[in-house]
Nanobody, 129 residues
Framework: QLQFVESGGGLVQPGGSLKLACTAS????????IGWFRQAPGKEREGVSC???????????EYVDSVKGRFTISRDNAKRTVYLQMNSLKPEDTATYYC???????????????????WGQGTQVTVSS
């Protein structure tokens, strides 16, 4: 059974940093694209970033414009964990962050990852002074 557990959220001041982790079980991580998504109260879920690995081992990453230059996605296949390093956080980054998977490619992670599955419970990120 595929399962994800997100962790690392918390309360941080604007301009601060957090590192989220998405730990997987029940799958061989390198076969899957892993996306990070977020949902703020009253808003629709949105794709934030995605990471995939080609058969030749090449790693591909994608980011939505609102987080480019501030967020960095990475993966550690041995630990079955995907990370999201978030720097220069803004109040508008406040949301519950989720990870999910689809086989091989990041296609469809934006706008909202409707073709991604095995959603975790999420981790809350609050950016406030």
């Amino acid at each position: 059974q595929l399962q994800f557990v997100e962790s690392g959220g918390g309360l941080v001041q604007p301009g601060g940093s957090l590192k989220l982790a998405c730990t997987a079980s029940g799958l061989t991580l390198e076969h899957y694209a892993i996306g990070w998504f977020r949902q703020a109260p009253g808003k629709e879920r949105e794709g934030v970033s995605c990471i995939a690995q080609a058969l030749d081992g090449t790693v591909y990453v994608e980011y939505v414009d609102s987080v480019k230059g501030r967020f960095t996605i990475s993966r550690d296949n041995a630990k079955r964990t995907v990370y999201l390093q978030m720097n220069s956080l803004k109040p508008e980054d406040t949301a519950t962050y989720y990870c999910a998977q689809r086989l091989r490619t990041c296609s469809g992670y934006v706008p909202s990852g409707t073709n991604f599955g095995s959603w975790g419970q999420g981790t809350q990120v609050t950016v406030s002074s």
